[in-house]
């Protein structure tokens, strides 16, 4: 459990000194063959309330059927429970801990002038990088750097002919706002739903409840959307496919807080045939060992043919099982509440809480 502490640390600060020396990831990888396209779609504020992850009431046949396609991976974790501090780390392939305060929730991390977003390197090898539309990276970076199109029309459609791309799209749909900004749309009944035990079965629980996962629905059928259109544009045979959501979810004692509650993701990854000897395990696979929100950028540049830069804290998910044993999260400011929290997390699942807890100062 101490391996990670020290690569945050005493590698990091390795790498950074070549870094900073004028060293960069090389693109040479990447000339002279033919790469793949890289779409990630990604959900806000959602722990993996899917069918194929064994929820019984979830509708959400797009995803379910994405899994079957591709690899789904069983404990895909955040490093923060809420999304500035975890899309630091998502686009810059470090925790937000490593500067300044880009750990706390709405802040302006210093970031070294060598430390840039991941899609900058893809750009050098050639891709075409499009983001629709969110960043809200939790530290000044120069978008026009990272983005041949940033905005919520940006897509791959700007390409030049046969420029490979990456291109994300951000599904708010399930944000935490859509609670109160939505309607039900009733494909979920509030009497019908799970209650969990941590939780007071309450008519407005349920009725949160049944509304989350109606908006959870509607993602769907948007995956499905835009799924259709890389198909309809005959990209689909060229194009890997990730599916995540950038943290744990909107409902009490989930986003914000430190529990499986508030890290768990869902994260699903689908190559086609044609891509099928880059993909760490055969269609329909289930990855157990941990994944976590750090992992998303060395996959994309090893996917690329792009070096990794040293500094970069995860692993590529390509690299051969077995994967690191541990997921590495915490919490620190969230608005104007400080209660910092670390947390360790293996493929075991949580174990669920007694119907009683013990009382004050016993000890378990």
């Not at 793949?36 to 990604?42: E, S, T």
């Not at 975890?86 to 802040?107: D, L, Q, V, Y």
């Not at 629709?132 to 029309?153: Q, V």
């Not at 009490?252 to 880059?278: C, E, N, V």
């Amino acid at each position: 459990m101490s391996t990670r502490p020290t690569r945050r640390s005493v590698l990091a600060t390795s790498a950074v000194v070549a870094v900073a020396a004028g060293m960069s990831p090389s693109p040479a990888r990447a000339a002279g063959r033919k790469r793949p396209n890289i779409l990630w779609l990604v959900s806000e504020d959602n722990n993996p309330f899917l069918g194929s992850y064994g929820d019984q009431q979830a509708v959400t046949p797009t995803l379910d059927a994405l899994a079957a396609e591709g690899i789904r991976y069983e404990n895909s974790f955040s490093t923060s429970p809420v999304c500035a501090p975890t899309r630091f780390s998502i686009i810059t392939g470090k925790s937000a801990e490593t500067c300044g305060p880009a750990h706390h929730m709405r802040a302006l991390g210093k970031r070294p002038d060598w430390l840039v977003g991941f899609p900058k390197f893809l750009r050098e090898a050639g891709y075409y990088t499009s983001n629709n539309n969110k960043t809200d990276y939790n530290t000044e970076l120069d978008l026009t750097e990272l983005w041949d199109a940033n905005g919520p029309t940006a897509s791959w459609t700007g390409r030049s002919a046969d420029q490979p791309f990456f291109s994300v799209f951000n599904l708010f749909t399930t944000h935490e706002s859509t609670l109160w900004s939505t309607e039900p749309s009733g494909v979920h009944d509030p009497a019908d739903v799970t209650v969990p035990s941590y939780l007071p079965d309450t008519e407005n629980i349920r009725a949160d409840r049944a509304h989350y996962f109606d908006n959870i629905t509607r993602m769907d059928s948007q995956v499905a959307a835009m799924l259709d259109q890389l198909e309809s544009s005959g990209l689909a045979d060229d194009t890997i496919v990730f599916y995540y959501s950038d943290n744990g979810g909107v409902l009490p004692r989930s986003k914000r807080y430190a529990y499986d509650s508030g890290l768990r993701t869902a994260l699903i990854t689908r190559f086609p045939k044609k891509w099928q000897h880059l993909a760490p395990a055969p269609p329909g696979s289930v990855v157990d060992s941990p994944v976590t929100s750090l992992d998303y950028a060395p996959t994309v540049l090893d996917l690329a043919g792009v070096d990794v830069p040293a500094y970069m804290e995860g692993t590529s998910l390509l690299k051969a099982l077995p994967r690191p044993p541990y997921a590495f999260g915490g919490r620190n400011r969230m608005d104007d509440r400080y209660d910092f929290v670390r947390t360790v997390r293996d493929s075991g699942r949580q174990r669920e809480l007694p119907d009683r807890l013990p009382p004050c100062g016993h000890q378990r």
